[in-house]
């Protein structure tokens, strides 16, 4: 079975799926995303991911492409068509299409993109039996990366650089030394006496829906979180260290840039988040 996009009010083929040439995403990078988890036919977390869309749009002055609601009802039909029970649902809106001018065009209606794409349910699970690497870069993006942008040029240009590292992901690290989040994910660790410290989020990060429902994992647990920055040197003495994202929840760092975290090995803490995420998120049938 081919799969299916919604494309601007219509589902299309994958392969035929298309924007205009002055579609300002295309011209300008003029436009938001959200990806949305897909775990045993349910989306993860929707209500968080489609308020941090509002967040998003607003923040670039980008009205709704669609009621809320509506947009619920395509991300489910996309699923549907493309018979996704584990994976993931992405949704890009941007400004519309318009003579190619820096200025905000007038009357120019958004344009919406959703697709949907299976994933190995295991693979993340086996992952995270060994855990990954990192390796850190320097900070090089604009300030308001709270804003989930589909400007992404150099969170690509980081995940390349873990890739010929051998490593799974980059943490950019702000001037005075301390870890700000990865290319695709937020950044944890653990300290000795068992406190998940993780960066606060008002400023200088993107606000992760994983980040925030392991909030409410660590609460059930029995956790205490502490939101400050820590720098690399804490990171490689931790007791731990974990990214969170919607395609990995919490995934263990065992060794940065080169330096292994503890024994090398998975902790105990980041298991545990791991093992308690699906009765903690919100599922919505898709």
């Given amino acids: 079975m081919p799969r299916i996009a919604y494309v601007n009010g219509r589902y299309l083929p994958h392969r035929d799926a298309a924007v205009h040439i002055e579609d300002r995403g295309y011209q300008f990078a003029d436009g938001v995303y959200e ?3 897909v775990a045993h036919g349910n989306l993860m977390d929707a209500t968080r991911h489609l308020d941090r869309l509002d967040r998003s749009l607003r923040e670039l002055r980008i009205g709704w492409p669609m009621h809320r609601s509506a947009l619920v009802m395509v991300m489910r039909e996309v699923v549907t068509r493309n018979r996704v029970r584990s994976g993931l649902v992405y949704v890009q809106v941007t400004r519309g299409v318009a003579s190619r001018d820096f200025v905000f065009p007038e009357n120019v209606a958004p344009s919406l993109v959703v697709t949907a794409k299976k994933v190995d349910p295991g693979a993340a699970a086996r992952r995270a039996e060994t855990g990954i690497k990192v390796i850190t870069l320097p900070e090089n993006r604009w300030e308001r990366v709270d804003i989930k942008s589909v ?5 690509v240009l980081a995940k390349q650089s873990a890739k010929e590292a051998g490593a799974h992901e980059a943490w950019f ?8 989040e990865g290319g695709s994910s937020n950044a944890w660790i653990v ?3 068992g406190r998940l410290i993780t960066r606060p989020a ?3 990060i993107l606000r992760g ?10 609460e059930k647990l029995g956790l205490t979180i502490e939101e400050r920055g820590f720098s690399v040197a804490e990171a490689k003495a931790a007791r731990e260290a974990f990214i969170s994202s919607a395609t990995t929840i919490a995934m263990p760092v065992v ?3 080169g330096t292994p975290v503890a ?8 298991q545990s988040l791991r093992q308690a995420f699906f009765d903690v998120a919100e599922k919505t049938p898709a």
Avoid: H, M, Q
Wanted: hydrophobic share 35%.
């Fill in 191 to 193: 300290t000795k006496d």
């Fill in 173 to 180: 690290v702000d001037t005075e030394g301390n870890v700000k």
């Fill in 35 to 37: 990806v949305c988890e």
């Fill in 263 to 270: 024994n090398g090995y998975p902790g105990s803490v980041v």
């Fill in 209 to 218: 829906i994983t980040r925030t429902t392991l909030f409410d994992v660590a």
């Fill in 151 to 155: 400007g992404l040029l150099p969170n």
């Fill in 202 to 204: 008002e400023f200088g």
């Fill in 255 to 257: 060794e940065i840039d």
